[in-house]
């Protein structure tokens, strides 16, 4: 299942990626996952944006 850890440094580089699956928010900034990625073109985003997280956040 889609997950952010806790070393998220809210960056924001998931949400530029995909704002429909990812929100950066509160202070210090978290991401949040809004959904589960459904789909294939979902799930090319959300692995787009786990490659591209600087703390491999994203599991
Ligand atoms: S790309 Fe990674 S560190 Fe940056 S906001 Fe998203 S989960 Fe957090």
Same mark, same amino acid.
């Given at each position: 299942m889609? /997950?952010? /850890?806790?070393?998220?440094?809210?960056?924001?580089?998931?949400?530029?990626? #995909? #704002?429909?699956?990812?929100?950066?928010?509160? /202070?210090?900034?978290k991401a949040k996952l809004i959904k589960q990625p459904e789909g294939p073109e979902e799930q090319k985003k959300y692995e787009e944006a786990k490659a591209s997280c600087p703390v491999g956040a994203i599991e």
């Open positions: 889609a /997950n952010i /850890n806790d070393t998220c440094i809210g960056c924001g580089t998931c949400a530029a990626i #995909d #704002d429909q699956l990812f929100k950066v928010e509160g /202070n210090p900034s």
